[in-house]
């Protein structure tokens, strides 16, 4: 079991970079390694090498190693996983790749749909048939079942998915499937009601095949990772952090990956919500830029929101639902293909195009000097004077501007004949509008709008994009904490043991049975703490929520309820917490509709401590000795070219000085573009503000 003062080690695995950070009892310790596709765990290692130097420690000293990957998501985005089987209810063969009615883009007569994960010929259908209400309406062929296991072994499957029609009301069929197939096949077998029992056919089929594809790669790195640690010498507990933003030991993420697949996105949230109730920032908008991706979350009062389903590898336009729907319990945001590795590129029509193609790691972008041809964001941003090629990841990773202007030129600037500097503007400018559209649709989505929040941004990239992005939103203020470049990983460190169990019964609340519900979500809250023992003996707390709607309606809403034993008084109280939130939500309540419930949550976590407040200083004083300060030109948007800037070591700036922009402040694993329209006030936890000029 953990405590309070542990060391503690994040480690995040980025499509681009490796980021570990070592927490020293209160002291920050952090790298920033290329990612090692071949070898993931490799770059953790590298990465744990350097903090521990750094801080002067053994490998022995560490008490607990939290680790978020993108591992499953890539195999899931580039069809990297087992050959999967999946065995479901005779009739329903075909649901996976019918998906459901709706179009994603109602008038393109040329729509293609997203390949299933599984493709037809892997799929295997068994009579036997649970109905709607959980009763057996025919029973479990379990002699197709144990012929069906002789070929699935004969065939070499690596992974097998089980998804019958209402298991997430009976799971008996499912189980005894698994039981019949796992008496002849050493391979894991993944059931729907486990990984996700929750209504829907398709949803729930598509992530039990995620999950199944997933796992036997996913078990296999894990495993590699703990030999190399305990090889290393550190033999300390290692877990996840899940897409939820809780800590799982590692038996469960073997057993459920596809929980995974949002795991460092959700650091960074978490990162974002410490940051907001440090300062008592209630309304806030987190902007976190990678190598690969560009994630925006909503936080309000402290608290990302969540949602139950999310989409990955959105194939058109990131249009949402062209991609593969995965429904977990997920800190709920949007991302798309923008970071600092995204391919720049000429359409048919001779528009600037980016992403969502990443460089990576390997080649990476052309800057780099490791064999990249085509430009990405960051030659745009090396060419346009925001980054130094010579320090560059605290002097790691040289840079070259000529051959990121050669990039450049060559796949934009000849093509549009534009010189170097102007194509670099339109590659960086198109990104910028991309991420600020995307903001934009999120917060409309939500009933919100963007520019009533106040900005917090990480990640590598985020600070060199942050500023315009400002600027774009109408957004008035930009926080960019200590440790931004490697904010998902510090995130890791402030994540509570958590986990989230949810049923799907579908029920109306004029039929409400206190005795009935209260069972229900007790059986859940078990559930749920079950897994969040396996880390921590400290209090749990609960969150329970109802997932509602009113009769015939296709999709419901999320209702907080009291943690607490129901009472047959209480239907009032909850018909009146779902009409309030239908208003938040959609701007009046309806009258007369039945109201139902069909979801319940119970959410089980641990408390972190919180940090120390501060003192939210908009103002601060002007910078004294500015003259002895170096400069040099960075492209300015507002201003239309390149305007002389002053370059200041982040470390060498004091609580509550102010900077006029143009300016970089920079450090070792990101810089921070200050523009023209912004000053920059430093926190008093040195924290950097971004402050509109007259606001």
């Not at 609340?509 to 703490?529: I, P, Q, Y």
Request: hydrophobic share 40%; glycine share 10%; proline share 5%.
């Amino acid at each position: 079991m953990t405590n309070q003062q542990d060391i503690r080690l994040g480690a995040d695995i980025g499509g681009t970079f490796t980021d570990v950070v070592l927490d020293l009892r209160g002291k920050l310790f952090s790298a920033k390694v290329l990612t090692n596709y071949a070898a993931p765990e490799q770059a953790i290692l590298d990465g744990l090498e350097i903090v521990l130097d750094d801080a002067g420690i053994t490998p022995r000293e560490i008490d607990l190693i939290i680790h978020g990957t993108t591992l499953a998501t890539n195999a899931l985005i580039e069809r990297r996983g087992a050959r999967t089987a999946l065995v479901t209810t005779e009739g329903f063969r075909d649901v996976i790749e019918m998906r459901t009615e709706s179009r994603f883009e109602q008038y393109d007569l040329n729509l293609k749909l997203p390949l299933p994960l599984i493709p037809r010929e892997d799929r295997f259908v068994v009579a036997g048939r649970i109905g709607a209400q959980g009763q057996e309406l025919l029973a479990l062929d379990e002699g197709a079942l144990d012929k069906l296991a002789d070929h699935i072994k004969a065939e070499g499957f690596g992974a097998v998915a089980i998804g019958f029609i209402h298991s997430y009301l009976n799971p008996a069929h499912e189980e005894r499937a698994r039981q019949i197939l796992s008496a002849k096949l050493d391979i894991p077998i993944s059931i729907s009601s486990e990984v996700s029992p929750q209504m829907r056919e398709f949803e729930r089929f598509n992530t039990v095949c995620a999950n199944a594809y997933v796992r036997p790669q996913m078990a296999t790195y894990l495993k590699r990772l703990r030999v190399r640690l305990k090889e290393m010498g550190a033999g300390c507990p290692l877990f996840m952090i899940h897409s939820g933003g809780g800590l799982i030991s590692v038996e469960t993420a073997a057993a459920f990956p596809v929980r995974l697949v949002e795991s460092g996105p959700a650091g960074g949230a978490i990162f974002a919500a410490d940051i907001a109730r440090r300062f008592g920032l209630e309304r806030v908008v987190s902007y976190d830029m990678g190598g690969t991706t560009a994630k925006i979350c909503l936080i309000e009062d402290f608290q990302p929101q969540t949602a139950r389903t999310f989409e990955v590898a959105r194939s058109y336009r990131f249009c949402k639902g062209s991609g593969m729907p995965i429904s977990i319990p997920v800190i709920e945001m949007i991302e798309i293909g923008a970071g600092g590795g995204s391919l720049a590129w000429v359409d048919a029509m001779g528009r600037i195009q980016t992403g969502p193609e990443s460089a990576g790691s390997e080649p990476g972008p052309a800057c780099y000097q490791r064999g990249g041809q085509r430009p990405a964001i960051t030659d745009a941003d090396l060419v346009l004077g925001k980054l130094d090629p010579d320090n560059f990841a605290g002097g790691k990773i040289k840079l070259s501007v000529e051959q990121a202007g050669d990039a450049i030129a060559r796949e934009v600037g000849d093509k549009l004949g534009l010189q170097a500097e102007a194509a670099a503007f339109g590659i960086v400018e198109v990104v910028d509008e991309n991420m600020a559209n995307a903001a934009r649709v999120h917060a409309v989505e939500n009933g919100k709008n963007i520019s009533d929040n106040l900005m917090v941004a990480f990640g590598g990239a985020a600070p060199l994009h942050a500023a315009r992005l400002c600027e774009k939103l109408g957004v008035e203020a930009c926080l960019i904490p200590q440790g931004a470049g490697v904010g998902s990983a510090i995130g890791f460190l402030k994540a509570p043991f958590g986990y989230e169990a949810l049923s799907s019964q579908i029920t109306a609340l004029s039929r409400f049975d206190a005795g009935a519900v209260s069972a229900l979500v007790s059986g859940l809250k078990a559930s749920a703490e079950s897994f969040v023992r396996s880390g921590t003996d400290a209090e749990i707390f609960y969150e329970v929520t109802a997932y509602m709607r009113y009769a015939g309606q296709g999709w419901e809403i999320p209702v907080a309820l009291p943690d607490r034993p129901f009472e047959t008084a209480d239907k009032d109280a909850i018909e009146a917490a779902f009409r309030k939130r239908y208003a938040q939500y959609f701007g009046r309540a309806v009258d007369g509709p039945e109201i139902e419930f069909v979801t319940w949550s119970v959410k089980a976590q641990d408390r972190r401590p919180e940090g120390e407040r501060v003192a939210f200083d908009p103002q601060g004083r002007p910078r004294q000795g500015a003259e002895n300060i170096n400069q040099r030109p960075v492209f300015d948007a507002a201003q239309g070219g390149a305007q002389t800037s002053a370059i200041i070591a982040r470390n060498a700036l004091q609580a509550g000085e102010r900077i006029s922009g143009p300016a970089v402040i920079v450090e070792d694993e990101t810089s921070t573009i200050v523009t023209s329209p912004f000053d920059a006030v430093i926190q008093g936890d040195g924290s950097i503000l971004l402050v509109r000029k007259g606001a």
